[in-house]
């Protein structure tokens, strides 16, 4: 029995270690969740279905075969043993978020937004309950109703930085037939500013697509001059992103500015592959860059 105890704890320290490793920190994931979902234990090899006959009331065996049914991805089984444990335990708004995980699982995010509100109904400052709900609301393309729980949290928490990401995010859900306004953009903006206030090592590539967005949208109304402001500030960000060079230097050439656009144009090809990218995507990436070289600069 000690040699998958000892293989387990290994599992144990490593999970905690791929924690650390990413600068997980505390409100990103609570930690009963966090332990609910990644933390096995030699209690795990046990057949809870043989304890449970014996003691068909045990709370927490349940709890224990449904965590380990959502590890072997037996989502509907772990929904089984909720039912359960919330039968014993109506009062606790945790087994509803964990139910609704495993509805999420599913792709049952009807079932799921119902779970997380019947936690707020019982605990109406559970941020975790707003913030998962807010998610599967967006899923859902209630974006209206995502921002408001999202609100309703930062009210309760407004110095959570994954909140503020979060909000951002769902102010520009995408819907491939909407185009997403210069408000919800400018006000996605600001979310990833804030969030990026309280916690400057999250949110930065969020911020970036965001700007690319709002530049993207002020180059199609024609506003040259703020689009490459936007521009500017996701090359600061990335240096080497060659669409929003491409896209700079089209608004520059659009205001006059021959020299510079050419001079963006010419950085796109100088600069060099990624250590993931292939040399077809970098390929496509400076084809326009080419093309622009070609018809506008000697």
């Known amino acids: 029995s000690f040699v998958p105890n000892f293989h387990i704890r290994q599992y144990d320290y490593l999970v905690q270690a791929l924690a650390a490793q990413n600068q997980y920190e505390d409100q990103d994931q609570d930690q009963d969740l966090f332990n609910s979902w990644y933390g096995t234990t030699a209690e795990d090899l046990i057949d809870q279905n043989k304890i449970i006959e014996i003691e068909p009331e045990s709370q927490k065996d349940y709890i224990r075969r ?24 109506p009062s606790n708004p945790n087994y509803y978020i964990y139910r609704g995980h495993c509805k999420d699982a599913i792709d049952e995010y009807e079932a799921a937004i119902e779970d997380f509100t019947k936690a707020l109904e ?4 559970n941020i975790d309950a707003y913030k998962y709900r807010a998610f599967d609301k967006s899923t859902e ?15 309760i928490d407004p110095d959570d930085w994954d909140l503020y990401n979060r909000r951002a995010t769902a102010r520009l859900w995408e819907d491939p037939e909407k185009e997403d306004s210069l408000e919800d953009i400018s006000a996605s903006i600001n979310d990833y500013l804030k969030a990026i206030d309280i916690n400057p090592q999250k949110g ?10 709002r530049a993207e949208l002020y ?27 491409t896209k700079r230097g089209i608004a520059k050439k659009e205001l006059g500015d021959k020299k510079g656009a050419c001079m963006d144009w010419q950085k796109v090809l100088d600069i060099k592959k990624g250590k993931y990218e292939s040399e077809e995507d970098r390929e496509k990436e ?6 622009l070289l070609k018809e506008h600069c000697e």
Request: glycine share 4%.
């Open 66 to 89: 449904a965590r380990a049914k959502w590890l072997s991805d037996d989502y509907q089984g772990a929904i089984l043993d909720y039912d359960q444990v919330i039968k014993n335990d």
């Open 141 to 155: 393309d209630d974006k209206e109703g995502a921002i408001a729980d999202l609100t309703k949290a930062l009210e």
């Open 219 to 245: 180059l199609r109304q024609k506003l040259f001059k703020e689009a490459i402001e936007d521009y500017d500030l996701i090359v600061d960000i990335n240096p080497s992103n060659r669409k929003a060079l």
């Open 204 to 213: 930065v590539l969020g911020l970036s697509n965001a700007y690319q967005k």
């Open 286 to 291: 400076i084809q326009e860059a080419i093309k």
């Open 122 to 125: 019982i605990d109406p400052k």
